[in-house]
């Protein structure tokens, strides 16, 4: 069975610091990693990620995948409140009937001023 | 582009009932997907399709049917409504399972 699990399961933290979130994997057939941001509503993707090694950047965001180890990692600097959301990674897999995603439980993030 | 479009917003239903999820998108985007996100869970997929007369089961499928008989459009029903069924319902397309936009989501209380 595909699994994705997040850690850690919340956290709170003040307008500057450095957030790190983990999310580890174990499916068959992986294809991708992919992080997405959930505010109030409808996540919004934030990365995508196939290969070992090579980190993904958008302004004060970014996220490295280890294939090796079957993990990931999302880092936020000098966050915002604005940065407080749950945070979701999801493996992607290759299926018969075509890909699908399986996601962890996600982290809840909250930015205090 | 309207994009991903889900109706209703929130629907209350009675056990036993049946109703459709209605989704909708206008992106031309062959993979469509539906997701059930509870109380401090991430999201569980429920059914996918990859294209026109396409769907598969995903975690969680019992109690659910769908169907694409077009690209635009992958409703999904519920078939008998039980209070386990109370969740956020989010459907999402793309290009790929990896590309996918998500919808507004519908919001469904089962007393």
């Known amino acids: 069975e595909d699994k994705v699990v997040q850690s850690p399961l919340s956290l709170v933290v003040h307008e500057g610091d450095t957030v790190t979130l983990n999310c580890s994997y174990e499916?068959?057939?992986?294809?991708?990693l992919l992080w997405y941001k959930q505010e109030k509503k409808a996540p919004t993707f934030l990365f995508m990620l196939?290969?070992?090694?090579i980190e993904k950047k958008s302004g004060r965001l970014s996220s490295i995948l280890d294939k090796k180890e079957l993990f990931s990692i999302l880092n936020i600097t000098a966050t915002q409140t604005g940065d407080s959301a749950v945070y979701l990674c999801?493996?992607?897999?290759?299926?018969?009937?075509?890909?699908?995603?399986?996601f962890g439980g996600g982290t809840r993030v909250l930015v205090k001023p | 582009n309207a994009g991903v479009t889900q109706t209703p917003k929130f629907q209350v239903l009675k056990t036993g009932q049946s109703m459709t999820l209605q989704c909708a998108q206008d992106?031309?985007?062959?993979?469509m997907s539906w997701y059930r996100q509870d109380p401090g869970m991430g999201l569980r997929l429920i059914h996918y399709?990859?294209?026109?007369?396409?769907?598969d089961q995903g975690e969680v499928p019992n109690g659910y049917n769908v169907s694409r008989s077009t690209t635009e459009d992958f409703p999904l029903r519920l078939l008998s409504a039980a209070p386990s069924q109370t969740s956020v319902y989010f459907c999402?397309?793309?290009?790929?399972?990896?590309?996918?936009?998500f919808g507004p989501g519908t919001r469904l209380t089962v007393l």
């Open positions: 999402a397309s793309g290009r790929t399972p990896d590309t996918q936009y």
């Open positions: 499916v068959t057939n992986f294809r991708s």
């Open positions: 196939t290969s070992s090694g």
């Open positions: 999801a493996g992607s897999v290759i299926k018969a009937a075509g890909n699908k995603l399986t």
């Open positions: 992106m031309n985007h062959e993979y």
């Open positions: 399709s990859v294209g026109a007369g396409i769907t």
